[in-house]
């Protein structure tokens, strides 16, 4: 069957610019994950959305940055007047049911901030 | 507080040897634990994952190997082969947590 799905695959915009990345769970899992992978580097957690349940946005570095699942299928992630420090891969997992379980990704979408 | 951690940065073998890559955990609730691979320019990919109430599980060419009592993770790869090249990254979970929480990952590349 189909995987997880990000669109695009690759975006370059100007400082202060909003972008919209869009992601595209596997059909009938119920927990959506966005992640932010700078060059190099592990994975910092940034919003989770399981289910009908309020999202855990915990991980959001700032206002600029917000998401939103609709329908309880697709994710767009949001980051208002970017900046050069939000260059990065931003990645998105679901999983299908219990919270903490395994987590299959996308194969992300890389942001470049000029 | 949680921290998953790695030991080395960068892993190093020769092609047709075995690989081993460490991980360490603070948390000692956590309960799950996942193995990821990640190729340049993808997204990572899920390779074997293990629960504290086993010690070792084997896939294939991999094995996982859990020790609770010094908080300790491994990933044993048996003849590395050149595809086997990537970063590798442990994650971990404790019951009822809403995320994994993801170590920093080690690089493995593979010498002819």
């Known amino acids: 069957g189909a995987g997880v799905s990000q669109s695009p695959s690759n975006k370059v915009t100007e400082k202060g610019k909003d972008v919209e990345l869009r992601c595209d769970p596997i059909?009938?899992?119920?927990?959506l994950y966005w992640y932010r992978q700078s060059l190099g580097q592990g994975l910092e957690f940034l919003i989770y959305?399981?289910?009908?349940?309020?999202?855990?946005k915990s991980g959001l570095p700032s206002d600029r940055f917000s998401a939103e699942r609709t329908g309880g299928s697709v994710s767009t992630l949001t980051i208002q007047r970017t900046q050069q420090e939000d260059s990065a891969v931003y990645l998105c997992?679901?999983?299908?049911?219990?919270?903490?379980?395994?987590?299959?990704f996308g194969p992300g979408t890389r942001l470049t901030v000029l | 507080g949680e921290s998953v951690g790695l030991h080395l940065p960068t892993l190093s073998v020769q092609e047709g040897d075995n690989s081993i890559i460490n991980c360490a955990y603070s948390?000692?609730?956590?309960?799950?634990f996942i193995w990821y691979k990640q190729e340049s320019g993808k997204g990572p990919q899920f390779i074997i994952d293990?629960?504290?109430?086993?010690d070792k599980r084997q896939g294939q060419r991999v094995t996982v190997l859990l020790n609770k009592t010094v908080k300790h993770l491994s990933l044993q790869i048996a003849a590395t082969q050149p595809g086997d090249s990537a970063v590798y990254f442990c994650a971990e979970n404790s019951g009822g947590a809403q995320k994994l929480v993801f170590g920093q990952g080690t690089r493995l590349t593979i010498n002819p």
């Open positions: 997992a679901s999983s299908p049911d219990r919270a903490g379980d395994t987590q299959y």
């Open positions: 293990i629960r504290s109430n086993m």
């Open positions: 948390n000692s609730a956590s309960d799950y």
């Open positions: 059909s009938g899992h119920t927990a």
């Open positions: 959305f399981q289910g009908n349940s309020a999202p855990d």
